[in-house]
């Protein structure tokens, strides 16, 4: 925990209460939907030796996770193919950690930056640098969900995440006292059929579990790899490596990696624009508390701001 009086790298008394509300303040404003302190302690217990945040940043106090909404209501309705790519709100996530880095130093004069979501490229493919999902969980705004771990929220449903690393101290937030997944209408369709709707759906069958007598998550299994086999029918290198593999000759082969549009997704990748790994999705589609919880789209969100401001007009 953070201790009242903590300093900045500039020798001002700031107290880390109030630091933490402008900090999280930041991030709601510039439009994340939650936020939160992870305990930095508790990510070195769970988090392997090479992806500690230590690791990245050697003097870290603090890890801040924040979400922003997952989905629009109309996302959900488009073939696979297309949403693989353009479902993904990310990037936005990525834009309000970039600046909180920012705000941070500019303000409290403390060490502090974006967290990478980037592959380890010591690792291998689908090895991320941190885990941003893990940091997110123990700052409370997400709970493991039977579908491969994915994050959910009970008001928000689905939710992508970034991370920011710094050298300011702030007291940590607990992780979710309940976790909304298993929705009672999974639970029904499981002691029905033996399966929720995201393992009965999964294109791939990647996901299994099981749901103990209280209604709540007992186990679960995902096959990383049938995922990641099925999804690859939707990324552009396994195409083009594979067109390249297929040609009569080097002059062929020169001919298929250099093509114009070719050449565009080698530009991308160094960029690093573009999408390099697809998703499916399709365990989402079916998920109540993704598609369905109060606040899950922007038009759900629209309809309670407007039911709010309808109340207080007839209070």
Not at 128 to 135: A, C, E, Y
Not at 154 to 165: K, L, N, Q
Request: charged letters at 20%.
């Amino acid at each position: 925990m953070a201790q009242a009086g903590a300093s900045g790298r500039r020798g001002q008394s700031i107290d880390p209460h109030e630091a933490k509300e402008a900090v999280l303040g930041y991030c709601l404003k510039k439009g994340a939907l939650a936020a939160g302190v992870a305990d930095l302690d508790a990510i070195n217990r769970i988090a392997p030796p090479g992806h500690r945040p230590a690791d990245l940043m050697p003097r870290v106090k603090s890890v801040i996770a924040l979400g922003v909404g997952g989905q629009t209501q109309g996302a959900w309705t488009v073939p696979a193919k297309a949403m693989a790519y353009f479902g993904s709100t990310e990037t936005r996530a990525y834009t309000v950690a970039y600046g909180l880095s920012f705000f941070i130093e500019n303000r409290f004069k403390a060490r502090s930056i974006y967290c990478p979501p980037d592959l380890d490229n010591e690792e291998g493919p689908r090895v991320p640098l941190q885990s941003l999902k893990l940091h997110a969980e123990l700052a409370g705004i997400g709970a493991r969900s039977l579908a491969g771990d994915i994050l959910l929220h009970p008001e928000f449903g689905y939710m992508y995440f970034a991370s920011v690393f710094t050298e300011l101290e702030l007291p940590p937030d607990e992780p979710m006292q309940t976790n909304p997944c298993p929705a009672p209408s999974c639970v029904d369709l499981f002691r029905k059929q033996g399966q929720t709707p995201c393992m009965k759906f999964c294109p791939a069958q990647c996901l299994s579990g099981d749901i103990d007598e209280h209604g709540q998550q007992a186990a679960m299994h995902y096959e990383m790899s049938k995922c990641a086999e099925l999804s690859e029918q939707y990324e552009a290198l396994p195409r083009i490596l594979s067109a390249a593999m297929a040609a009569e000759d080097a002059a062929a082969r020169e001919d298929v990696l250099s093509d114009v549009d070719n050449s565009m997704f080698w530009y991308k990748m160094s960029v690093g624009s573009g999408g390099l790994l697809a998703q499916c999705f399709e365990c989402m589609r079916v998920c109540p508390i993704a598609t369905r919880s109060p606040l899950a789209d922007p038009i759900r969100r629209a309809e309670a701001r407007e039911a709010a401001a309808n109340q207080d007009g007839t209070a």
